[in-house]
């Protein structure tokens, strides 16, 4: 199975463009969304969690506390170390088993913000950074999370790797920069890898 990795930073797009995948019939796996549903309900990382970051981690619920954690870990580089080192084995794990169920499929795609920063990267075939403008960037996470300042989000970008050094290790680059039309580089790519079927 040829395994696609698509990565880059805060707001770049990687969610639409995965969008654009999955309407050609490719299977998705979203790390970002895996990751909150291991958080929530694998047991022996809820109770490493909370070990580590406090009874605050999780709602009386048993729901994970985003707003806590994130204002506690894009803050201080050790706890985001912490906080990966105990997130993304699990979610490594998840994506395998994933994979399996999904023989039928030419190709299939993993979702990851942090696919160079989590070594998840080893886990891919090649990998698509999408790409755009810090400025872009900013304007459109401050207008798809209200919560978020320009602060939180320049802190989020601080703990990320540079776009510049994604670019440079990733086989294929989506530019989603305002300028050039993204759905003609998405079916070029789909065609290509299509081909290597
Ligand atoms: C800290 C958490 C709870 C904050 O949740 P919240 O809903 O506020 O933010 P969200 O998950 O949408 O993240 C916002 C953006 O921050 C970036 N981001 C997320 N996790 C990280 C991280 N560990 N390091 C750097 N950037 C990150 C991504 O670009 C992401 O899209 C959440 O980000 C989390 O659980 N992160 C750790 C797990 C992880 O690393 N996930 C990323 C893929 S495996
Ligand atoms: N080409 C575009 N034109 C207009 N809006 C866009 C474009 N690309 C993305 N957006 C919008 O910008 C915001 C960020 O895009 P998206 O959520 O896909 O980014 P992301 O890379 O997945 O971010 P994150 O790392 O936070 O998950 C979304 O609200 C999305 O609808």
Known sequence: MLKIGITGGIGVGKTVVCRMFAILG?????????????????????????DAFGPETYTQEGELNRTYLAKTA???????ALLNSLVHPHVGNDFEHWVEAQSSAPYVIKEA????ESESWRQMDEII?????????????????????????EAIIGKQLKEEDKKARAQHIIYNDDQQLVIPQVLKLHELFISKK
């Open 74 to 80: 894009f803050h201080d580089p050790q706890k985001l």
């Open 129 to 153: 950074v999408v790409s755009a403008p810090l400025e872009v960037r900013i304007k459109r996470v401050l207008q798809r999370d209200p919560h978020r300042t320009q602060h939180d989000i």
């Open 113 to 116: 913000a942090l696919m160079y």
């Open 26 to 50: 490719v299977p998705v796996y979203d790390a970002d969304t895996r990751a909150k549903w291991v958080m929530r309900y694998d047991e022996a990382l809820k109770q490493e969690l909370t």
